[in-house]
């Protein structure tokens, strides 16, 4: 029976449940990582990756996440496509600590949890939205900006990742409209004065996205079908207005895969796990045995590279946690 039970299962793939998954294998830790449907996270869909150290050209990002889960094949640890459903925290007198149900119908014996689930783009909740991504609409500027080359496009948010989305485009689009809600932006004042000090970004105040247009083509192609213009709301007037826009980046934060998890550990107001309560271990949960790494955790930095840290830091972690407990 103990044969059949892990050490450590992370659950997603990841900078930050690769990473864990490294530092586990070099622990000696039995670890398999629950890679989810698509496995690689977010950085599948980033075409180019520039931040990340040791490349002076970039280099891509489904290429970076290959490598990565190579390099955790390599050292002996197995990656599943599956997805978890359910996590159940055992009686004391059992073996394992904690039984995980997969969507496939598998069940596994666990000492530990490493929760690396990431988190998603939230979109504007609009009809004709989802039909319209990857035909005009977008999650991610730095993945399909190149797309929108000479043409104009429309970014929506007033934080960080709206700046930064409308500073990229500036750079290849004709012209950007930057639409927000309120009458300033919530970026801090690097980002923000990007926007602010560049002409080719148009600044649309106190408005919000009402409507979402297709180009309305009747055609047995439904690939003809492209975002045709967006109808836009000032919430201090009323007064609505078309823009026609040939992209609209929408950058209005993120949601974290943790539905999941909400009944084993602490989450806050937006959902994002909850860890550093026991000052031994930073990165553990309000569930014992339990750690959190990355974007599932981290609602301010967002990056791979802070997500890959967070990962070595939780494998430490457990490390530690299970050695502690072996010792009782």
């Not at 069940?107 to 690396?116: F, N």
Request: charged share 20%.
């Amino acid at each position: 029976m103990e044969e059949n039970i892990y050490d450590s299962v992370v659950i997603g793939s990841g900078p930050g449940g690769l990473t864990a998954a490294i530092y586990n294998a070099r622990a000696d830790l039995k670890t398999v990582v629950i890679a989810g449907d698509i496995p690689g996270g977010q950085l599948t869909i980033t075409t180019v990756v520039d931040n990340w150290p040791g490349f002076p050209k970039g280099t891509g990002g489904v290429k970076l996440m290959m490598d990565m889960q190579e390099q955790v094949k390599n050292l002996g640890v197995e990656i599943w496509i599956d997805t978890v459903k359910t996590i159940t925290k055992k009686p004391a007198s059992s073996a394992g600590n904690f039984q995980i149900e997969l969507e496939s119908g598998k069940t596994i014996q666990t000492r530990s949890v490493i929760i690396a689930t990431g988190a998603r783009a939230r979109w504007l909740g609009l009809k004709n939205e989802k039909e319209l991504i990857g035909r005009g609409i977008s999650g991610c500027a730095t993945c399909d900006g190149m797309f929108f080359k000479d043409k104009v496009v429309a970014v929506v948010g007033g934080g960080n990742v709206a700046c930064e989305d409308a500073a990229f485009l500036s750079k290849i689009a004709k012209k950007v409209y930057l639409i927000h809600r309120r009458d300033q932006l919530r970026a801090i004042s690097a980002e923000a004065k990007k926007v602010l000090d560049n002409e080719k970004i148009e600044k649309v105040w106190n408005s919000e996205v009402v409507e979402i247009n297709s180009n309305n083509q009747k055609t047995s192609v439904p690939n003809n079908v492209q975002l045709h213009n967006i109808r836009i709301k000032n919430n201090q007037t009323g007064k609505e207005e078309i823009l026609p826009v040939d992209g609209l980046f929408v950058a209005i934060g993120r949601v974290p895969s943790t539905d999941f998890i909400k009944e084993m550990v602490n989450l806050n107001e937006n959902g994002y796990i909850i860890t550093g309560q026991d000052t031994m271990y930073s990165s553990m949960t309000s569930t014992p045995g339990i750690f959190a790494a990355g974007d599932c955790m981290d609602e301010w930095y967002r990056q791979a590279i802070v997500a890959a840290g967070a990962g070595a830091k939780a494998s430490i972690d457990c490390h530690r946690w299970l050695s502690t407990e072996t010792s009782h």
